[in-house]
């Protein structure tokens, strides 16, 4: 099972990061990974689930921290952990973000235990900053579902090469009920999923990542009715000389979202493009200048300016956008722009 810390098969990305575990003992690997920040918006309204960012300097809004032990026994049995402090989390309170069992015989291997949901094409490596060129991966796709991120159950995963230049995997899931406590300012609202079932396919090919999921859940929001969520993802990531391009769209029956980005590596310097749009629930468009400089293969650094904005009349019909709650509570503008400098590493 393709379960490595920093899983990009995209061979040729030019922005892959570098595996830098450790081996403690025969079978035993050991690594590590983190990002800070120093960041500060012009709002009054705190920016972003799970980070609050608003108009006072902020040096933790996004600070994450995780480490993560594999054993693998015989080439086919390996036993998996990844703690994180997340951007949400006390020191004192990580996150288990995975424990699992996997078992691998030839192209298809079964995992057991708390996993993550394989539904975006960096949803495998999301806490890892130094593994994609964004401060954060672009939140109009990747906060459609509200920094839910991993499930427990089961998983099968079969990989096999269609051909000398293109990979697939096929990769269907289940998981059972799971409480995800989400903060809203001072509040904290509880998402407990009931399950969620689906499939994600991948192909790779020699300059190109195609990824498509489903996902049906039920949930319910603190004592709000049960709801059915059936959501459907689509990323695609081409690479072209020194160039590098991302699209990605999310779609359920609350809202539609979908971003794109463009990127230019040259040597150690990374600067990069984002412009994104929610529809229906959010109703907001998002644009991302950036710049990345690689220190070496294990410490990256990014500057970053964003801008989030939303119609009028949305402002006034109490949509969030971006923001963790709708800034029209706090006669808060309705437009947001931010100002990053994050550090990533990687151990």
């Known amino acids: 099972m393709m379960r490595n810390l920093y899983p990009l098969a995209f061979t040729v990305s030019l ?14 690997m050991f690594s590590g990974f983190g990002s800070t920040s120093v960041t500060r918006s012009n709002n009054d309204a705190p920016l972003f689930i799970n980070r609050e960012i608003s108009n006072t300097t902020c040096y ?24 994180v402090k997340r951007p949400q989390d006390e020191w004192s ?63 099968f995963d079969w990989q096999t090469m269609l051909s000398d230049a293109l990979s697939i995997a096929v990769t269907p899931f ?8 989400i903060k809203y300012g001072d509040s904290t609202l509880n998402l407990k999923s009931d399950y969620n079932v689906g499939l994600s396919v991948e192909l790779t090919g ?16 603190d004592t709000e009715p049960k709801q059915t969520l059936n959501m459907f993802t689509l990323g695609g990531e081409y690479s072209m000389d020194q160039w590098q391009f991302i699209a990605e769209l999310e779609n359920d029956k609350m809202q539609t979202a979908w971003d794109l980005s463009v990127a230019y590596h040259y040597n150690d ?30 410490i990256s650094l990014n500057a970053e300016w964003q801008t ?16 963790a709650f709708p800034p029209l509570y ?5 437009d947001a722009q931010l100002y990053t400098l994050m550090v990533n590493f990687v151990f």
């Open 93 to 155: 309170q990580p996150e288990l973000e995975w424990l699992y069992a996997s078992y691998e015989a030839d192209a298809l291997s079964i995992a057991v235990g708390r996993q993550r949901l394989p539904l975006f094409l960096a949803s495998e490596y999301y806490f890892v900053g130094h593994a994609y060129f964004w401060a954060r991966p672009p939140q109009d796709v990747y906060d459609s579902i509200m920094g839910f991120t991993s499930y427990d159950g089961i998983s």
């Open 15 to 28: 922005v892959a990061p570098v595996e830098a575990a450790i081996e403690l003992t025969d079978g035993l």
């Open 330 to 334: 706090l006669a808060a503008d309705k």
């Open 308 to 323: 989030t904005r939303m119609a009028e009349d949305d402002y006034q019909n109490r949509h969030d956008g971006h923001f």
């Open 206 to 221: 020699i300059n190109y990542r195609l990824h498509a999921a489903y996902m049906n859940a039920g949930y319910q929001i």
């Open 174 to 181: 289940y998981g059972v009920g799971k409480d995800n406590p």
């Open 60 to 83: 933790d809004c996004d600070t994450t921290f995780g480490l993560q032990l594999d054993y693998r026994y015989l080439d086919q049995l390996m036993l998996s952990a990844q703690v």
């Open 269 to 298: 310097w990374t600067p990069y493009v984002t412009y994104g749009e929610s529809h229906q629930r959010r109703k907001v468009n998002n644009v991302i200048l950036g710049l990345r400089h690689y220190f070496t293969p294990h």
